[in-house]
């Protein structure tokens, strides 16, 4: 089976039983016929636009990501994601640190990304954590104000 193929029938399982994990992915494959290591899985996730996230009723699964098209202004993203997954906001000097549902933090912080507010340098975003770097304790204040008031 070629890439092209492959990545034909990720989408078709995907998009036909919720899936949670690679590993679970490398066994529907195998079901199907087509036998993968978890780096190619891997690879071709990236390269569809999948990622992980939170369907509906809360179950971490992969979900295709929406393009650029789709997707809603970057202010409203974020309030609706800090709204759905945020569990927090604290600032520690020059950093924003935002807590949130486990595998909601790399969505998280490319929205914050997206954002493209001046006074972030950058984000980290872990699994349940996302660290906003700013230029410095003031500019950190005025993000984690702003960040607050885009998640209600």
């Known amino acids: 089976m070629n890439k092209r193929q492959r990545q034909y029938l990720i989408r078709r399982i995907l998009r036909n039983k919720p899936v949670a994990s690679q590993r ?3 066994e529907e494959l195998a079901a199907a016929g087509c036998e993968v290591t ?6 071709d ?4 636009g999948l990622q992980k996230g939170r369907d509906r009723v809360g179950k971490i699964r992969y979900a295709f990501v929406p393009t650029l098209e789709e997707r809603p202004d970057p202010p409203s993203a974020c309030g609706r994601m800090l709204k759905d997954f945020g569990r927090g906001i604290e600032l520690a000097q020059n950093l924003v640190v935002l807590r949130c549902d486990p595998g909601a933090a790399p969505g998280l912080g490319r929205v914050i990304d997206d954002l493209d507010h001046g006074l972030v340098l950058g984000c980290v975003a872990g699994d349940d954590t996302v660290i906003v770097v700013c230029r410095d304790q003031q500019s950190a204040g005025t993000v984690c104000d702003y960040l607050k008031e885009l998640g209600g």
Do not use: D
């Open 38 to 43: 978890q780096a190619t899985i891997s690879r």
């Open 24 to 26: 679970e992915l490398v």
């Open 45 to 48: 996730l990236r390269e569809i």
